[in-house]
């Protein structure tokens, strides 16, 4: 059984990964020459709408996903007319602009931050004074891991922003006073059959995910899971999709979902039953489902930068290492390590120290 997946980077790896207990084999189509899946699957370097490329990844596919959402929905389109291509273009489009993504939220009754559109310096001006100081403004589309955003504080931020961000359509959004950051990850099968991970509370830095911890049976979890199955239901979306919130006191207000495999779910590949790529693939190939109960406590922690030793990180109880075989690079995901644990206390203790180990890459530690 063959799959074709757009996109070749450490999502792309780990599904390949997942897939050959399975007998599936992976092709990929990706610009770069150089993508980190092609060490594990068939890697075809050619742009994502290139007509040879994608006869190529059609070749002998059973179906075709996408590893991340900045490929074109026109590929999608496509690749639709000629195999079953899922999730399906609409929730890929609705994913990738930030106003289509929270008017749908507000349409399905999921909280958001106040947000307004702009496409001015005069109306970055009105919708700060609408909304609001402090906000945040980002650009609509291919923003990721805090690029193509800056914060408003004082009325002064409007012109470096603007200057900085102005030659793309923007959103501006209410800057909001969370507590902590969560995201609900679920799964839905072809047959609209759909089941959830425990919530995963995420740390950041910089903009970029640094920690999760699994956090089964948490207080919001029925909420967040309410929200998740609303949103994927909409969307007839098939495969996993990862929805991410901010905890406000007793509220859950929606951020962004990503139509895909999450960073925050990295933690279900050694914590759960079933991880959340061998998930994706059984939905998007028609398969049974797999359980997603938690197996012991889990968490995972990124490496920025850099991978750590691996002796000293496979030296600390309970911790498995991932090597995505990416160059070094400042501000680069180069690998992860998760954490399982009888119990949350030694879990804690595992995690300060592998934290500890990612210090020199994200520039120190933070123990949940």
Known sequence: MTLGILGAGQLGR????????????????????????????????????????????????????????????????????????????????CGQDRLTEKTLFRELGIPTPAFRAVDSRAGLARAAAEVGLPAVVKTRRFGYDGKGQAVLRSPADLDPAWAAL????????????????????????????LACYPLAEN?????????????????????AREYVRRLAEALGHVGVLALELFQVGGELWANEYAPRVHNSGHWTIEGAETSQFENHLRAVLGLPLGATGPVGHAAMVNFIGAVPPAARVLALPGVHVHDYGKAPRAGRKVGHATVRAPTPEARAEALAALEALAEGSWGGPQVL
Not at 203 to 216: E, F, K, M, W, Y
Request: net charge negative; glycine share 12%; aromatic share 6%.
């Open 166 to 193: 102005g030659r793309a359509p923007l959103i501006l959004e209410a800057f909001v006073p969370f507590d902590r950051e969560v995201s609900a990850l679920a799964v839905r099968g072809r047959a609209g059959e």
């Open 14 to 93: 780990m599904l390949a990964l997942a897939g050959h207990p399975l007998g599936v084999a992976c092709t990929f189509l990706d610009p770069a020459a150089d993508a980190c899946a092609g060490a594990v699957g068939r890697l075809i370097p050619r742009d994502y709408g290139d007509p040879e490329g994608q006869r190529l990844l059609l070749a002998g596919a059973e179906a075709v996903t996408f590893e991340f959402e900045n490929v074109p929905v026109e590929a999608v389109r496509t690749l639709g007319e000629r195999v079953a291509v899922y999730p399906g273009p609409r929730s890929l489009e």
């Open 203 to 223: 740390r950041h830095r910089d903009g970029i995910l640094r920690t999760s911890v699994a956090r089964p049976g948490d207080g919001a979890e029925a909420r």
